[in-house]
């Protein structure tokens, strides 16, 4: 029987690993509901952990609605939650947020509108900049749904070479690209005095996909065949791109990626793919900026609006 030593933070460590495996499994179509996950103890032996750790962690993630526990049966992949355990969970981190706003002489009540205030005062506007469609449509549509920005996708070939892309740099609040594109947007912005934002990726996406293309083939579906590029440049520095297999549809047929084989189809690809086999087992990420991406997007805004409003009261 093996001894761990910190047994809570190894609890944590493995629980965090698995619930990142069982979410990309979903987002990739390795996994879906009710599929069967590994034993305790083969993941015993992977982490070189007890079963009893295994076990916690695996409680930790049913409590959260990710899992289930069948007695005599196994662990599995749980369907879609109505409620239980991840409405108490959502009750007690909202309460934690408004005692903390409460320490602060916020009232309650008065929380909601003082947020939104921060973030709908004004009607910010990205202009979004990218060397390929694909990678373009992923960072408007995030900037649009989850920050509420109204945003303009400017191809990175358009920078300077074009009266449209120029009235988009001249509107916009703010400039978000990549890294890839950032030496070009960064030149942009400082003529144009505008500020950048540049998206890093979720740490734990990239460790999971890094991980997968180590394991074998995964399958990036998009649209543009300069995403191909990009791909090889961002998974390059990981020593496995050479397991990185792009789609481009036209070019290539996406029946032909294998069944169960980790794919992530982009939202533009997935857009043109419609209802198939394929996009049915591949359950789109609903979001890929990195915490440093989103704290920037979201001081950036606040400011924004908190000027705003100082500026309203004078």
Not at 213 to 233: I, K, M, S
Request: charged share 25%; hydrophobic share 45%.
């Amino acid at each position: 029987m093996k001894s761990e030593a910190g047994v809570p933070d190894r609890r944590a460590d493995i629980r965090d690993i698995l619930r990142q495996r069982i979410v990309s499994g979903l987002h990739l179509g390795m996994l879906a509901p009710g599929r069967r996950l590994p034993s305790t103890r083969e993941l015993a032996e992977e982490f070189e952990a007890t079963p009893r750790t295994i076990m916690a962690a695996y409680a930790a993630l049913a409590a959260e609605g990710l899992v289930e526990l069948r007695t005599r049966s196994g662990i599995y992949v749980a369907g879609r939650p109505a409620g239980g355990p991840m409405l108490s969970q959502l009750a007690g981190w909202v309460a934690g947020v408004l005692l903390e706003a409460r320490a602060r002489e916020i009232p309650p009540i008065e929380f909601p509108e003082r947020v939104r205030r921060c973030l709908e005062t004004l009607r910010l506007r990205a202009a979004c900049i990218a060397g390929n469609a694909d990678q373009l449509r992923r960072i408007c549509t995030e900037l649009s749904l989850d920050y509420g920005l109204e945003t303009d996708a400017i191809d990175t070939s358009e920078l300077g070479a074009g009266d449209e892309a120029a009235r988009a740099l001249a509107r916009a609040d703010l400039l978000v690209t990549t890294a890839l594109d950032a030496a070009a947007v960064q030149s942009a912005a400082t003529r144009l005095h505008k500020p950048v934002v540049v998206v890093t990726l979720r740490t734990e996406l990239m460790t999971e996909m890094t991980r997968l293309l180590r394991e074998g083939p995964v399958y990036f579906v998009g649209t543009d065949p300069r995403f191909a590029n990009a791909l090889r440049a961002i998974f390059g520095p990981t020593g496995s791109a050479s397991n990185l297999r792009p789609v481009i549809l036209g070019r290539d047929d996406p029946d032909a990626i294998p069944e169960n084989a980790p794919a992530y189809v982009m939202p533009s690809a997935r857009e043109r793919l419609g209802d198939t086999p394929l996009t049915r087992r591949v359950v789109p990420i609903p979001r890929v900026f990195s915490t440093d991406t989103a704290r920037e997007l979201l001081t950036f805004i606040i400011r924004a609006n908190i000027a705003a409003l100082a500026a309203r009261a004078a």
